[in-house]
């Protein structure tokens, strides 16, 4: 079964920058989308953003346009995910995951096939 692998999370303040690295572990790993979700204490699991490898096409949740992006290499089953602008509101767990059987990104979790451990990202005022 493929593995999910997170890291690029930690603490910074308002207005930081951190970058989220997630790397599937098997080279015959088919994911056809990549994304980030993120769930904060007490809050159900949200939508981030994604990456198809179809045609390279992106979806953004509208708290993150213009301040995250996403970006990957489907040869590496890496995908990316930038995040400036860091503000206290983004602090969450954030997970990877894939849908090997969508050809369009989906923001609902449950659609979603494997998915990563987490990592914390934590954003003090």
């Known amino acids: 079964q493929a593995q999910l692998v997170e890291s690029g999370g930690g603490s910074v303040q308002t207005g930081g920058s951190l970058r989220l690295s997630c790397v599937a572990s098997?080279?015959?790993?088919?994911?056809?989308?990549m994304g980030w979700f993120r769930q904060a204490p007490g809050k159900e699991r949200e939508f981030v953003a994604a990456?198809?490898?179809?045609?390279?096409?992106?979806k953004y949740a509208d708290s993150v346009k213009g301040r995250f992006t996403i970006s990957g290499s489907k040869d590496q089953n890496t995908v990316y995910l930038q995040m400036n602008s860091l503000k206290p509101e983004d602090t969450a767990v954030y997970y990877c995951?894939?849908?090997?059987?969508?050809?369009?990104?989906?923001?609902?979790?449950?659609?979603?096939?494997?998915w990563g451990q987490g990592t914390q990202v934590t954003v003090s005022s």
């Open positions: 990456i198809s490898w179809s045609g390279g096409t992106t």
């Open positions: 098997e080279r015959t790993f088919s994911s056809r989308v």
């Open positions: 995951a894939t849908d090997n059987g969508g050809t369009f990104i989906v923001t609902n979790p449950r659609l979603y096939d494997y």
